[in-house]
């Protein structure tokens, strides 16, 4: 807390000019005499806090801001993932009935770097809105409602798909061309694991066209290239555009879940400059 001064001049010898100083407003028991050097110096220290608690107030004002800014461009995308934008009638009506089989679009499951988004949503293409279930015998009832009430149609996916759904990994070692698996790049929780990769598991990343059509060629397995192009072993090539409803979403989830990690961040540091300025 700073205190103001009342500084008034007293009777003293010619050679030394004294002040009394009392709290503003308070009593005070005794006087407190100052020179005119002293007066000085403690005006100059004044003129510093001020500046001081003015520099504070600026950091926290921006601070706030910032958070503030940050936050609400948050709220927005989520709110865009909440309305199910892209996504199929039937799709939306099966994830409405909030059932407790039901557990979300498998894009809300699984998120990419960002030099890889075309990529995966190239590769996954509508299964990102796929609806991940826990029970595939109460989702095929729910589906059945649906085709009775004529709300639509939307395929569902085991969050725990079965054992022959998992493919074996082709090794990339020494591959030209070949970044890695897709899956080394993209985000997944533990208990998505199996279906991450019964998804997700056996394709490649490549550089380029040359790339994966030599490793689909020589391996036998899928490959992406980093700007979307997808060759299976089966000779079936995927390409061009299209893709960029695929791309938002993934583009969506990751930038709200890092702005959420950087609003904790910014709040902290609210807090900090809140009490360094109080």
């Given at each position: 807390t700073i205190y103001s001064f009342v500084l008034t001049e007293k009777a003293a010898p010619p050679d030394l000019k004294v002040y009394v100083a009392s709290d503003e407003g308070r009593p005070t028991v005794a006087p407190r005499l100052y020179t005119a050097a002293q007066v000085e110096a403690l005006e100059a220290r004044l003129a510093e806090l001020k500046h001081e608690v003015v520099a504070s107030e600026r950091a926290l004002d921006e601070a706030k801001h910032e958070a503030q800014r940050k936050r609400s461009r948050m709220q927005a995308l989520l709110e865009v993932q909440a309305r199910l934008e892209g996504v199929g009638a039937g799709t939306r009506a099966l994830v409405a009935t909030k059932d407790p089989a039901v557990l979300g679009l498998f894009a809300d499951r699984i998120e990419a770097q960002h030099e890889v988004t075309t990529a995966l949503a190239s590769w996954l293409g509508q299964r990102l809105h796929d609806v991940v279930v826990s029970d595939p015998e109460r989702a095929v009832e729910l589906l059945d409602r649906m085709r009775e009430e004529k709300k639509g149609r939307a395929t569902v996916v085991p969050q725990t798909p079965p054992a022959s759904a998992q493919a074996a990994l082709v090794s990339v070692e020494g591959a030209p061309g070949i970044r890695g698996h897709l899956i080394d790049f993209v985000r997944y929780s533990a208990e998505d694991e199996a279906l991450v990769r019964s998804?997700?598991?056996?394709?490649?990343?490549?550089?380029?066209?040359?790339?994966?059509?030599?490793?689909?060629?020589?391996?036998?397995?899928?490959?992406?290239t980093v700007c979307g192009a997808v060759f299976t072993p089966d000779g079936r090539i995927s390409g061009g555009t299209g893709e960029d409803v695929a791309a938002h979403m993934l583009d969506t989830k990751r930038e709200a879940r890092e702005l959420g990690d950087e609003v904790v961040v910014l709040d902290a540091a609210v807090t900090e400059k809140l009490h360094t300025h109080q």
């Amino acid at each position: 807390t700073i205190y103001s001064f009342v500084l008034t001049e007293k009777a003293a010898p010619p050679d030394l000019k004294v002040y009394v100083a009392s709290d503003e407003g308070r009593p005070t028991v005794a006087p407190r005499l100052y020179t005119a050097a002293q007066v000085e110096a403690l005006e100059a220290r004044l003129a510093e806090l001020k500046h001081e608690v003015v520099a504070s107030e600026r950091a926290l004002d921006e601070a706030k801001h910032e958070a503030q800014r940050k936050r609400s461009r948050m709220q927005a995308l989520l709110e865009v993932q909440a309305r199910l934008e892209g996504v199929g009638a039937g799709t939306r009506a099966l994830v409405a009935t909030k059932d407790p089989a039901v557990l979300g679009l498998f894009a809300d499951r699984i998120e990419a770097q960002h030099e890889v988004t075309t990529a995966l949503a190239s590769w996954l293409g509508q299964r990102l809105h796929d609806v991940v279930v826990s029970d595939p015998e109460r989702a095929v009832e729910l589906l059945d409602r649906m085709r009775e009430e004529k709300k639509g149609r939307a395929t569902v996916v085991p969050q725990t798909p079965p054992a022959s759904a998992q493919a074996a990994l082709v090794s990339v070692e020494g591959a030209p061309g070949i970044r890695g698996h897709l899956i080394d790049f993209v985000r997944y929780s533990a208990e998505d694991e199996a279906l991450v990769r019964s998804v997700v598991g056996a394709v490649v990343l490549a550089d380029d066209v040359a790339s994966a059509r030599a490793f689909v060629a020589s391996h036998g397995a899928a490959a992406v290239t980093v700007c979307g192009a997808v060759f299976t072993p089966d000779g079936r090539i995927s390409g061009g555009t299209g893709e960029d409803v695929a791309a938002h979403m993934l583009d969506t989830k990751r930038e709200a879940r890092e702005l959420g990690d950087e609003v904790v961040v910014l709040d902290a540091a609210v807090t900090e400059k809140l009490h360094t300025h109080q």
